[in-house]
C-alpha cells in the first residue's frame, strides 16, 4: 500500500468512525440534535453547544469576553449573609458559629462565595443551567460543602412527571454517576421549549458571534493581502512579460510590510478589481455594529465596553441600566434557587439574603432619590416613610418614624427685630416670650429624634434578647463574651443616631445665631473635632451599655441557678428581660423603657454638644446662658442655673459642665435632663 492508499484509507476510516460515534451519541443524548448546511454551504447550527459556545465566542470574542466577565464580576460582588425568619416575618442575623453562617464564609475548601457566583454567572450564560453537588461533610454539626460541576458534564434526565435524576459524566477513567434532586442544587435559566437545561444568554445572540468572527477572518485576510484584492490584469504583454508583472505584484505588495509601495510597470498594463478594498468594505464600521449588537443582546450597555461614546453621566447611568436589567434579578433568581433547595438543609427558618446597599449602581440610583426625598422633607414626612418610598438603602432603625417642619419655618417671634443691644453687644433671644417659645420648638425636634432612637434601641435590644437566648440554650454561658460581640452592632446604631442629631440640630443652631447672614455659612458635621468626640463618647457610652447589661443578666443567671432552673427556662426570662427594656412589657410604658432612657440620654448630648459646636464653628459667639424647661421636672440643682448669667463660651458652668447634657459629666447631670443653651454675639462685621 502506497503513502496515498494509506492516507484515503484512514480518512475513509476515521470519517466511518466519527460518524457511527455521532450516531450513537445523538441516540444517546449527548450531542447537537441536528446541523446541517443552508443553500450556499454556510454551517448551520440549530442548537447551541457549550463548548462551542466557550471556544467560539468567550475565547475568541473579546467583546463576548468581556461582557461575560462584566456580568460575572457585578454578580459576584454581592455579598450575601445568612438570617433567620421570626414568626412575625421579620429577619434576625445569626450568630457566626451558626452552620448557615459558617457556610456562607467557606462553602467550599478551594472556592469562596464569591468564586461560586462567579461560575455561576458563566455556567448559566454559556450553557443556560448550572449544578452545585452537596456534599455533607459533618453531620453532628450540619456542616455542609458545595461543589460546582462543569455543566456540559451532568444531564438532567426526567425520572417521572415530577422529579428529575442527573447524570455526571466526568470521563477518563471515571465512571458516571447518578445523584438525586435531594444531592444537588440546580439553577436553571427559563427556556419555553426545555424547561430542565434552560437556554444561555449568549445563545439568541450565536449568529451575531459567528458574523463577527467572520468580519473578523475577512478583515485579517484582506489585510495580509494589502492592496492586491482579486482582479484581471490585462495588456499587450508576452507571457514572459505577463509572468514577470505577476511575480512583481505578488512580491512587491502582498503583506501589510509592502502596503502603499509603488510599482514600476514596463509596458501598457491594466488592472481591473473584481472586489473592494478594506477600507471599500468598511470592515471598521461593520464590527462596530456587530459588537454594539452583542453587548446589547448580553444585556451590557456599549459605552461600558467603550465601543460608544459616552460622558461621563452617560457611563454611570449605562451601569445603574446593567444592575436594574440584569445584575440583581440574576442575582436574586440564583439566591431563590438556593434558598429552595439548600438552605432547608439548616433549618425551616434560614434563608440567605443579599446586601445590595453599597452597589455602586445602587449607590448612584439613590444619590439621584435623594434629592427627591429632600422636597418630601420639608413637607414633613417622616424618614422612614421616605426611605421606604425611594429605596435609600437606610438601616430602619436610623429613620424616625415622625415627620417634623423646619424649625426655621416656624413664627417664633424671636428675629432680628426683637434683639437688643446692650454695651455694643447683640444678645440673642433675651425676650422672655421668645425664650419660651425657642425651647419648646428645640425641644419637639429632641423629641422626635428621641422617639427615632428610642425605637432603634428597642430594635438592638430584641435582636440581642434573640441571640442571648439561642447561645444560652445551645450551651454558651459567657455572658460578657456574648455581649461584646454585640459591641459594633450597638456603636452603629449609637453613632447614626448622633450624626443624626448633630447634623440637624448643628445647621438650626447655625442659622438661628447668624439669621440672614447665615447664607453662604454652613455648619461642619463632620469636622474633625466632630469626628473625634463622635467615635470617643459613642464607644464610652456603649461599654457603659454592655456592663450594665452584663450585671443585669447575671443576676437572672445566678437567680435561675439558685431555683435550679433549666437551660431554656432560663434563657426564656433573660429574653423577657431584654422585651422589658424594649418597652414591650404591658406593665411598663415605653416612655419609661431602657430604651427611651438610653435614647433621651443620647440624643440630648449630642443636641448639647452640636449647639455648643456649631456656635463656636460661626465665629461670633462670645457668651452662653444656661436654659432650663421652668417645669416641675426641673433638677434642683439646674434650676439656679437658669438666672441670666452670661458665661464666656469656654467657661464651665457651675456645675461642672459646658453645656446641657455634657457626657464628660456626672450621669447625675445628664440623664433625662431637658436644659438647653443660649448664646450672645458680639459685633459682626457687615461689610
Request: charge should be neutral.
Amino acid at each position: 500500500m502506497n503513502l496515498r492508499e494509506f492516507l484515503a484509507d484512514g480518512v475513509r476510516d476515521g470519517f466511518v468512525t466519527t460518524t457511527w460515534n455521532t450516531i450513537v451519541q445523538r441516540i444517546r443524548g449527548d450531542a447537537p440534535p441536528y446541523w446541517g448546511t443552508t443553500s450556499i454551504g454556510q454551517t448551520l447550527w440549530s442548537n447551541w453547544d457549550y463548548e462551542r459556545a466557550v471556544r467560539e465566542a468567550f475565547r475568541s470574542n473579546e467583546i463576548v469576553a468581556r461582557c461575560l466577565r462584566i456580568r460575572a464580576n457585578a454578580e459576584s460582588s454581592i455579598p450575601a449573609k445568612a438570617m433567620r425568619i421570626l414568626p412575625d416575618g421579620s429577619l434576625t442575623p445569626l450568630p457566626a458559629t451558626h452552620p448557615a453562617s459558617r457556610f456562607i464564609k467557606h462553602p467550599n475548601p478551594g472556592l469562596s462565595w464569591r468564586d461560586l457566583m462567579y461560575r455561576l454567572s458563566f455556567a448559566r450564560d454559556l450553557k443556560g443551567d448550572a449544578v452545585w453537588k452537596i456534599n455533607e461533610v459533618d453531620a453532628r454539626t450540619g456542616t455542609i460543602e458545595v461543589w460546582p460541576l462543569r455543566p456540559d458534564l451532568v444531564k438532567p434526565r426526567v425520572k417521572s412527571t415530577t422529579e428529575l435524576v442527573y447524570e455526571y459524566r466526568p470521563g477518563g477513567e471515571y465512571a458516571p454517576l447518578t445523584y438525586e434532586p435531594s444531592e444537588v442544587v440546580h439553577f436553571v435559566q427559563y427556556d419555553p421549549l426545555d424547561e430542565y437545561t434552560g437556554i444561555a444568554t449568549l445563545r439568541p445572540s450565536s449568529r451575531r458571534v459567528d458574523t463577527a468572527n467572520s468580519i473578523q477572518d475577512a478583515q485579517k485576510f484582506s489585510f495580509d493581502n494589502a492592496v492586491l484584492p482579486s482582479g484581471i490584469i490585462s495588456g499587450d504583454l508576452s507571457e514572459k512579460q505577463s509572468k514577470e508583472i505577476k511575480e512583481q505584484i505578488t512580491k512587491t505588495k502582498r503583506g501589510p510590510k509592502n502596503f502603499r509601495k509603488m510599482l514600476l510597470a514596463r509596458t501598457r498594463v491594466f488592472f481591473q478589481s473584481l472586489m473592494g478594498t478594506p477600507a471599500e468594505m468598511d470592515f471598521t464600521e461593520s464590527i462596530k455594529l456587530t459588537d454594539r449588537k452583542l453587548a446589547i443582546g448580553l444585556g451590557v450597555h456599549p459605552v461600558l465596553l467603550g465601543v460608544s461614546d459616552a460622558t461621563f453621566e452617560n457611563q454611570q447611568m449605562a451601569e445603574v441600566f446593567l444592575w436594574t436589567n440584569e445584575t440583581v434579578p440574576n442575582a436574586k433568581a440564583a439566591l431563590s434557587a438556593i434558598n429552595i433547595q439548600l438552605a432547608p438543609r439548616f433549618g425551616d427558618d434560614i434563608i440567605f439574603v443579599h446586601d445590595m446597599s453599597q452597589s455602586p449602581p445602587v449607590v448612584e440610583m439613590r444619590r439621584q432619590n435623594a434629592k427627591i426625598a429632600k422636597y418630601y422633607l420639608e413637607l414633613g414626612i417622616n424618614i422612614r416613610a421616605i426611605n421606604q418610598a425611594l429605596d435609600l438603602g437606610l438601616p430602619s432603625w436610623a429613620c424616625p418614624d415622625t415627620g417634623f417642619m423646619q424649625a426655621g419655618m416656624l413664627p417664633l417671634g424671636n428675629g432680628e427685630k426683637s434683639g437688643r443691644s446692650i454695651g455694643g453687644k447683640r444678645a440673642i433671644d433675651l425676650d422672655e416670650a421668645a425664650i419660651t417659645a425657642r425651647w419648646m420648638v428645640r425641644d419637639r425636634v429632641k423629641q422626635a429624634y428621641e422617639e427615632a432612637m428610642g425605637r432603634n434601641v428597642a430594635r438592638r435590644f430584641e435582636e440581642e434578647g434573640n441571640l442571648v437566648e439561642s447561645l444560652w440554650i445551645a450551651g454558651s454561658t459567657n455572658l460578657a463574651a456574648i455581649v461584646d460581640g454585640e459591641s459594633e452592632a450597638w456603636r452603629t446604631v449609637l453613632k447614626a443616631s448622633w450624626r443624626v442629631a448633630v447634623d440637624r440640630i448643628g445647621k438650626d443652631t447655625t442659622d438661628e445665631i447668624l439669621g440672614a447672614r447665615a447664607r453662604g455659612v454652613r455648619f461642619d458635621p463632620y469636622s474633625g473635632a466632630v469626628d473625634a468626640f463622635i467615635n470617643e463618647q459613642v464607644g464610652t457610652q456603649v461599654a457603659r451599655i454592655q456592663a450594665r447589661t452584663v450585671t443585669l443578666l447575671q443576676r437572672v443567671a445566678d437567680t435561675a441557678i439558685a431555683e435550679t432552673l433549666s437551660a431554656a427556662e432560663t434563657a426564656r426570662r433573660m429574653r423577657d428581660v431584654y422585651k422589658r427594656w424594649a418597652g414591650k412589657d404591658p406593665e411598663l410604658p415605653f416612655d419609661n423603657s431602657r430604651a427611651m432612657t438610653i435614647s433621651r440620654t443620647e440624643i440630648h448630648s449630642a443636641s448639647g454638644f452640636a449647639s455648643h459646636e456649631a456656635a463656636i464653628q460661626t465665629g461670633v459667639v462670645i457668651g452662653k446662658r444656661w436654659l432650663s424647661s421652668r417645669d416641675g421636672q426641673v433638677r434642683d440643682e439646674h434650676s439656679p442655673l437658669d438666672d441670666g448669667t452670661i458665661y464666656a463660651i469656654n467657661e464651665a458652668y457651675p456645675n461642672g459642665l459646658m453645656y446641657p447634657g455634657d457626657p464628660s459629666g456626672a450621669q447625675a447631670e445628664t440623664i433625662n435632663c431637658r436644659c438647653q443653651e443660649l448664646y450672645e454675639t458680639g459685633e459682626v462685621d457687615q461689610t
